[in-house]
């Protein structure tokens, strides 16, 4: 046996990009299980090709898959790669400018036969002509050897053990991360237990993998990345959408009301469809409308039945929408849109993220028009916020708009679930029935501004609302100009009020200091690190992080002006600084990048530095 | 439910469903003898006012919620179907009726409205054609007929308009009827029908507008002219009409023709019957025969009807199988999910 030293790690960064055949998501998501399940902490993001079907071997059809793990915290899915999987040409040529120099490329070499290169666009095998010199390379035919281990397996073509490929990689990386294999073979079992043949061959070229780096002696170095000190408790790893989809799900069991999901396939946005659909048995009900805007209006019909309406959207379903929003505006009835935000304008880009839309989810629609707007900050936070965006729609009879983003949406984390009773309590309280003959006023207000929600069905409560200017009080239609000035500023005070029933914003880092870095949504993470290195370095920076983008919360001004400066990074042109600036007049300065992709936590430090010194 | 059972037995009158509101229709507007037709009927169902939804988009037609005193939503333009899909997905045991007009229903929200009839809901649809757009004031609509002079079509319109009564057929719903507004009558008798539908009921209501449109429908109402241009659908009875009675229709392999009675006995005309809809569809074009030479009638009535389970009884259905084979919901397994670790 060659001598075989361990190193220690304490964070890694991989990613797994291939053919979309290849299977990389799989892979990438058992890696991601069994890091979760050994205790590390870990981000993770997907890749995904725009195109369905793209050409086999091309550049347009590479699919990728990046964790980050580690036995510290961990808060985004990494900048730059340590190890690069590149199951052919065209997965390196994507891939080799986010590796770190000096990290490890991992590449079967069959994906780099002639056919492949000139897919890729290589006028030279990049694996001999040298350019990969300065980073360490291993070369496996991993093709070969997943047909060799498989080679007695008589009832499988050549084509579906092929398929095994991806296992190969993954038990080779479990050896050289020294991960046991045990959860994959369990999730593979679990599979394909119905197809023997099939498990035969994934178990075998995952066990070949793992093997081939045991008995390989030019592999003398393993790696170990311990557990992460984490907060104690039972955890699960979640998506952004899945979260969000069962925040929904339990807010409507902890409020006792029916959930109510209509929605028209869109990316990133879809996800949550599919797993709505699931949860039958819970009462859900999901309707696939027949386009974005009998989405929405059929969430509000089932609000105006006394239900939880949801629409599901990203921001080309938004603009369509619009208007929709408004009515329910008007009609002051519970609803809860939620933006998985993407590459804008008009189509965009599909499968990248932004956060270009929170603009459109404050100001974007005809009139006067507010309704509170939250924001996720990490796919766990989505279950948490669009909870919180349930609870506001029902105790304050108003639309709410959540914004997520595709980066949230597909990125996954370390999640310590709640049990059912450690949720808090969402009441809701229906209009009485009437049997005295007195009128129902629906827009008759409490202290909060917020008008009863008189469930259909219920005797005495007979009335007429709608999209039409309406006199406070009675809801009777009214173009009267004082009461239209009136209902304006009531709509908007009736918004402006929930910041009494939301909790004070927070900071981490110093109470005083050089700067304050102020951020919405998906840019959590990179802030958060970015911060974190830069205090180590010396600095003293702060970071606060908007959940409740309307109404503020109420402390927020006194912070902005505790710090000398304040800085906004944003994935978009500057939205959030537009309001800050507008609502604090604080002379706040951007970061912006509107590239598809999140901050890396290295531009981050590079660009508050600048703007610091 | 005791408190429902209770109330059928209180006796509405039409007057219990008018409300406090001024109607704001134009005099002489046939909308007003649609309100009344509704407000007779509706003490007929035997439900308490409150079980009643009307659900309205854009349009003059779609005040019409105001003006009666049930539940009502009025929504925004074409969306009236769409909002009542999600109320009866949500809440079966309301009656959910719709209110809509030629604009609304077959321009803005014309993919509403075949999604509404291809799911069934068990809705009724009483769309309101009055061929024009009397709201924003007289352009033409998706009904007009071609060469129509209005407001924005000052040459005549070169627009090719809808058949209701075919467009519904070809969205696979499973009940379909004409009536008017002047045949206060036959309107009440099709909306107890549309009523005691099980389905998405489309009715097409032939709508005076007096103000921009006046007499587009004098031909079917008009005491001189309407036994002449009108056919009366009956379930298993020949079509016949004429101011004698005296004409017929009769099937001519595929072709329907105009035959008179002192020529053909009864027995061969043909019969109508609801439940077929190559017949309903034969029908629902029939007027459009009418080429100077043959004076063809124009149908009224319950053109096509048949059962089918509606979206809400389906959905009912599969999440009771559904809890059948994964059990009732647990919040704690939900969140817990299928793998988990703990951190000590
Ligand atoms: S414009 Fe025409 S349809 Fe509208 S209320 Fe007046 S008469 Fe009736």
Redesign the interface.
Known sequence: MAKRTIERLQEVVIKFAGDSGDGMQLTGGQFT?TA??V?NDLGTFPDFPAEIRAPQGTLAGVSGFQINFGSKEIFTPGDQCDVLVAMNAAALKVNLNTLRKGGTIIVNTSGFDAKNLKLAGYASNPLDDGSLEGYNLIRIDITKLTREATADITDLGLKEKDRCKNMFVLGFLFWMFDRPMD?TLQALQNKFAKNPSVLEANVRALKAGYNYGDTTETFTTRYRVE?AP?????????MGNQALA?GL??AA?KSGL?L?L?SYPITPASDILHELAR?????V?T?Q???E??GI??????A????I?VTTTSGPGMALKT??I??AVM?ELPLVICNIQRGGPSTGLPTKTEQADLLQALYGRNGECPLPVLAACSPADCFDTVYEAVRIALNHMTPVIFLSDGYLANGSEPWR????DQLPEIKVVFAEPRTNGTPFLPYQRDERLVRPWAR?????????????EKEDITG??SYEPENHEHMVKVREAKVERIADFIPLQTTEGPEQGEALIVGWGGTYGAIKAAVQDLNEQGYRIAQTHLRYLKPFPKNLGEILHRYPKVIVPEINNGQLIKVLRDKYLVPAVGINKIQGIPFTKAELVQRIKELVN | MEEVLKEQTVKLTPKDFQTDQDVRWCPGCGDYSILKQVHTILPQLGIPREQIVFVSGIGCSSRFPYYTETYGLHGIHGRATAIAAGLKATRPDLSVWVVTGDGDALSIGGNHLIHLLRRNFDINVLMFNNEIYGLTKGQYSPTSPEGMVAKSTPYGSIDHPFNPIALALGADATFVARSMDRDPAHLQQMLLRCYHHRGTAFLEILQNCNIYNDGAFELFTEKATKKEHTVFLEHGKPLVFGEQQDKGIRLDGFTPRVVSLKEFSKEDLMIHDETDINKAMILSRLYEMNDGEHVYPKPFGVFYMRQRPTYEDALQQQIEQVIAKLGPPDLNKLLRGRETWVVE
Do not use: W
């Open positions: 299980n979760a399940l205790g959860y557990k984490m907060a104690p408790g039972e955890y699960r790893n979640i069962l799900v339990a069991q029916k109510f209509g949860y039958k048995n819970f009462g009900i309707f409308a027949e386009d805007i009998a209006c059929s969430a509000i019909g089932a105006f039945g006394g239900n309406g208007e929709a408004g009515l009609l679930f709640p049990t059912a259909p069905g219920t005797k005495g409560l007979e009335h007429r609302i709608g999209g039409l009777n239609i």
